[in-house]
């Protein structure tokens, strides 16, 4: 009986009423005794319209996994590697809170934009604000995000939040009572301009509620350097976290990011264009994002006990190449049911290819050939660059299971893949 809907709208009430105390109330109740029941709306009658419409409708948030205990699920991964994609998974199941890159505000909030390289001013303060961050999201206190968002939120709302659309959650009701009845709503992936459009601007009381209507949480980071840098999360005993880390051949990520940043890879497109590197490339990012990746994958492989049963490795090329196995792959690691939804968004997105990862941008793919469109980057690099970068990055690539090449008569010849088969087993 503790668990009723009753116990959660006296709740949402007192939310109403103690607007500064709310949140925490509710979030304490995630800690007691009845976790998943309070969740779960079917068969109750819950007096607010607005809540009774989740219940009623055809699209039941709790219909999925309402039993298993609350997970709060890491999307741990590094720019253009894949993650928005791999997100997908998660935001399009509709009982998970999915947020896309919250830690976004955070950043902004710590870099000193006086500086032409914005740099960050205090990288342990930096750490410690994005485990808070996480943390709160968590445990749905999403209002914690207000110290970071600029220009500052007024009355709990905001026409900022970043990125705001990739989150159905955000998108649909009760957040967004306006969705009801759009097919963009249901499923695949409301356009970014559609959301704020018809949304209005977000409000961030509701958005802590939509977050405890549903029965998890999911987040997608490129931020967090390295998993040694998540321990406090895993060693929290009111979180129960489990981190997909995903990883990608770095000769790709660089080929993407010169893509998708050609401003900031200016150096770096003279140097593939002329063959002739530049003396002002800057080298130090990519190095860094390959050890990153290299240490952080080391500490997974290695399961260490605060990692224990919390960490999976995927590289994004297995989960290009098959997309459904490695859904349900990581859908078995968090330990809850792969949503129709899911399969149907799988569906819909990948159909005979892989999606051109990070370059997949809200549309859907066309039908390359997979395997060609993940190792697409072979034919964008120049093989001086790759020489270099297999230099930096040789201890990641071997780690990893990638291969090298040695002339450009490897590196243009697609049909000998570089993606090595292997299995990420932690010891158990
Ligand atoms: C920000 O960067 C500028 C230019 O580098 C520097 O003069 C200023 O002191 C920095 N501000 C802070 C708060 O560090
Ligand atoms: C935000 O939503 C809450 C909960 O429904 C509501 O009480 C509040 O008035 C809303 N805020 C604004 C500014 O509309
Ligand atoms: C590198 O140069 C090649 C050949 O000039 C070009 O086709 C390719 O698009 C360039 N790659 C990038 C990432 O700019
Ligand atoms: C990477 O290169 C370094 C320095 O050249 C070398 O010592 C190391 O053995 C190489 N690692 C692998 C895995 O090839
Ligand atoms: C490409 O690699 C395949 C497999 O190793 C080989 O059979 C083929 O001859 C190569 N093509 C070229 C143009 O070198």
């Given at each position: 009986?503790?668990?009723?809907?009753?116990?959660?709208?006296l709740?949402?009430?007192?939310?109403?009423?103690?607007?500064?105390?709310?949140?925490r109330?509710?979030?304490?109740s995630l800690?007691?005794?009845?976790?998943?029941?309070?969740?779960?709306?079917?068969?109750?009658?819950?007096?607010?319209?607005?809540?009774?419409?989740?219940?009623?409708?055809?699209?039941l948030?709790?219909e999925?996994?309402?039993?298993?205990?609350?997970?709060?699920?890491?999307?741990f991964?590094?720019?253009?590697?894949?993650?928005?994609?791999?997100?997908?998974?998660?935001?399009?199941?509709?009982?998970?809170?999915?947020?896309?890159?919250?830690?976004?505000?955070?950043?902004?909030?710590?870099?000193?934009?006086?500086?032409?390289?914005?740099?960050?001013?205090?990288?342990r303060?930096?750490l410690?604000?994005?485990r808070d961050?996480?943390?709160?999201?968590?445990?749905?206190?999403?209002?914690?995000?207000e110290?970071?968002?600029?220009?500052?939120?007024?009355?709990?709302v905001?026409?900022?939040?970043?990125?705001?659309?990739?989150?159905?959650?955000?998108?649909?009701?009760?957040?967004?009572?306006?969705?009801?009845?759009?097919?963009?709503?249901?499923?695949?992936?409301?356009?970014?301009?559609?959301?704020?459009?018809?949304?209005?601007?977000?409000?961030?009381?509701?958005?802590?509620?939509?977050?405890?209507?549903?029965s998890?949480?999911?987040?997608?980071?490129?931020?967090?350097?390295?998993?040694?840098?998540?321990?406090?999360?895993?060693?929290?005993?009111?979180?129960?976290?489990?981190?997909?880390?995903?990883?990608?051949?770095?000769?790709?990520?660089?080929?993407?990011?010169?893509?998708a940043?050609?401003?900031?890879?200016?150096?770096?497109?003279?140097?593939?264009?002329?063959?002739?590197?530049?003396?002002?490339?800057?080298?130090?990012?990519?190095?860094?994002?390959?050890?990153?990746?290299?240490?952080?994958?080391?500490?997974?492989?290695?399961?260490?006990?605060?990692?224990?049963?919390?960490?999976?490795?995927?590289?994004?090329?297995?989960?290009?190449?098959?997309?459904e196995?490695?859904?349900?792959?990581?859908?078995?690691?968090?330990?809850?049911?792969?949503?129709?939804?899911?399969?149907?968004?799988?569906?819909?997105?990948?159909?005979?290819?892989?999606?051109?990862?990070?370059?997949?941008?809200?549309?859907?793919?066309?039908?390359?050939?997979?395997?060609?469109?993940?190792?697409?980057?072979?034919?964008?690099?120049?093989?001086?660059?790759?020489?270099?970068?297999?230099?930096?990055?040789?201890?990641?690539?071997?780690?990893?299971?990638?291969?090298?090449v040695?002339?450009?008569?490897?590196?243009?010849?697609?049909?000998?893949s570089?993606?090595?088969?292997?299995?990420?087993?932690?010891?158990?």
């Open positions: 009986m503790e668990c009723s809907w009753k116990t959660v709208l709740l949402v009430c007192a939310s109403l009423g103690i607007q500064y105390t709310a949140i109330t509710l979030r304490d800690s007691g005794p009845c976790h998943s029941g309070v969740y779960q709306c079917q068969s109750r009658q819950p007096k607010d319209s607005r809540w009774r419409a989740l219940c009623d409708g055809n699209t948030p709790m999925a996994s309402s039993s298993a205990p609350r997970r709060h699920i890491l999307v991964a590094t720019t253009r590697s894949g993650s928005s994609f791999t997100g997908q998974f998660f935001n399009q199941h509709p009982g998970i809170f999915y947020v896309f890159e919250p830690l976004y505000h955070i950043q902004q909030a710590f870099t000193n934009s006086t500086n032409r390289l914005r740099r960050v001013l205090d990288r303060a930096l410690g604000a994005y961050l996480l943390l709160n999201l968590y445990t749905c206190d999403v209002r914690f995000l110290n970071y968002i600029r220009p500052e939120p007024q009355e709990h905001t026409g900022s939040f970043f990125r705001r659309s990739s989150s159905r959650a955000l998108c649909s009701p009760p957040v967004c009572p306006e969705a009801w009845g759009e097919a963009s709503a249901t499923v695949g992936q409301p356009d970014e301009t559609w959301c704020p459009k018809k949304c209005g601007p977000l409000n961030l009381t509701l958005a802590s509620m939509a977050c405890l209507s549903r998890h949480v999911a987040i997608k980071t490129v931020r967090v350097p390295a998993v040694g840098d998540l321990r406090t999360l895993t060693e929290d005993p009111r979180l129960d976290l489990r981190i997909v880390h995903l990883v990608r051949d770095p000769r790709a990520i660089l080929a993407s990011r010169m893509t940043f050609s401003e900031q890879f200016r150096a770096w497109k003279i140097w593939n264009a002329t063959a002739r590197q530049p003396r002002y490339v800057d080298l130090s990012q990519i190095t860094s994002t390959c050890r990153d990746m290299a240490e952080s994958a080391e500490m997974g492989l290695q399961n260490p006990a605060w990692l224990r049963g919390r960490y999976l490795l995927v590289r994004y090329e297995d989960l290009a190449l098959n997309p196995e490695k859904a349900r792959e990581i859908y078995r690691f968090v330990g809850l049911e792969m949503d129709k939804n899911v399969q149907l968004w799988i569906a819909q997105n990948t159909k005979n290819s892989a999606p051109s990862a990070p370059e997949w941008n809200y549309k859907y793919s066309t039908t390359r050939d997979s395997k060609a469109t993940t190792e697409s980057w072979r034919l964008r690099l120049s093989f001086d660059i790759v020489r270099t970068l297999q230099t930096l990055c040789n201890d990641t690539l071997s780690l990893l299971g990638y291969r090298l040695h002339s450009v008569t490897d590196l243009r010849n697609i049909s000998n570089l993606v090595e088969t292997r299995s990420f087993q932690t010891v158990l």
